[in-house]
């Protein structure tokens, strides 16, 4: 099984979930940019934190055979603050960048005015780049939620295909499939999308642009979730192309109209696991 995570913070994950993805079949992912749980209070905390998504962070999954590439965005949580919206001006400036595939995660949190305008400037620095976005959607109020989303994406003008709107499940599905725009899961332990429930509406409502990630965090999460999400597919009687469309050719479908995936061999692909033990930087280095 191969597989693309399309939306997981490894900036919060240690190096055994590097090893343990690698071993299930992880070989590349996109890790977005979301708020960190400690309310950051300037701008600087952002360029540094965006810094590390596009260099530390991807030159860490390399060690480990795992292609790295990211998303960058003001937060939905963190629009509220007049402290962090200056952050909207330098996107630009990240936008342009090598291994960034999407303006992300951008959305809503509590549906606030400042949240309505971070938003919208962001659909437009997307469309004006050319490149998809990653809207994310409540967590409360959830349906509601997500209609006043679509609303949003249609008002900017972006196309359809270039929109993956995330945290689905059963109750929202419906209308983003409607809309013509990705649609994606997030898969957790214990709340919110399990396994049994995203393979009912793979049988449901079919494979096409459907993204399934693990969305592991600094909460309670689990990194090997697409690939459990895989094994139940099987077992459920998909076939093994059903399970690559899935968890492969759907994100880089959708990612690679950034223009900008790299999924060629690592150097020392083959070798990664040998090699990595030995590395100075991540192994002897921390001594
Ligand atoms: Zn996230």
């Known amino acids: 099984m ?8 490894m900036t919060s ?4 979930d590097y090893e343990a993805m690698f071993e299930a079949g992880v070989r590349a992912l996109v890790e977005p940019a979301f708020w960190l749980g400690q309310p950051r209070t300037g701008v600087g905390s952002f360029t540094d934190y965006f810094d590390a998504l596009i260099g530390w962070e991807r030159f860490r999954a390399a060690q480990f055979g795992i292609r790295h590439h990211c998303t960058i965005a003001l937060n939905p949580k963190e629009a509220n603050d007049p402290r962090c919206t ?3 001006d330098i996107l630009p400036r990240y936008l342009a960048k090598d291994g960034v595939v999407a303006v992300g995660e951008v959305g809503y949190d509590s549906m606030t005015p400042a949240e309505d305008e971070a938003f919208a400037r962001q659909m437009q620095l997307a469309i004006e780049h050319e490149l998809p976005a990653l809207v994310h959607t409540p967590h409360r109020d959830k349906l509601a939620g997500t209609r006043r989303t679509l609303d949003v994406v249609k008002e900017s003008g972006i196309a359809p295909e270039f929109v993956a709107v995330d945290h689905l499940n059963e109750m929202t599905v419906g209308v983003v499939k409607e809309s013509g725009c990705w649609m994606g899961f997030s898969i957790y332990p214990d709340t919110k999308m399990d396994e049994a ?16 990630n693990s969305a592991a965090d600094w909460g309670r999460s689990d990194p090997l979730k697409t690939y459990r999400t895989g ?14 469309k899935v968890l492969w050719q759907n994100p880089v479908e959708f990612y690679g109209q950034s223009g900008r995936l790299v999924l060629d061999e690592l150097p020392g692909f083959e070798a990664s696991a040998e090699t990595f033990q030995g590395n100075s930087v991540l192994r002897g280095g921390r001594q």
């Not at 191969?2 to 913070?9: A, V």
């Not at 094994?231 to 690559?244: K, P």
């Open 231 to 244: 094994t139940q597919m099987l077992e459920a009687g998909f076939s093994e192309s059903d399970v690559d």
């Open 86 to 88: 200056p952050v909207l």
């Open 13 to 16: 994950r240690t190096t055994d």
């Open 2 to 9: 191969r597989i693309f995570d399309p939306h997981i913070h």
């Open 197 to 212: 429930r995203m393979v009912a509406i793979l049988k449901e409502y079919g494979t096409d642009k459907v993204l399934v």
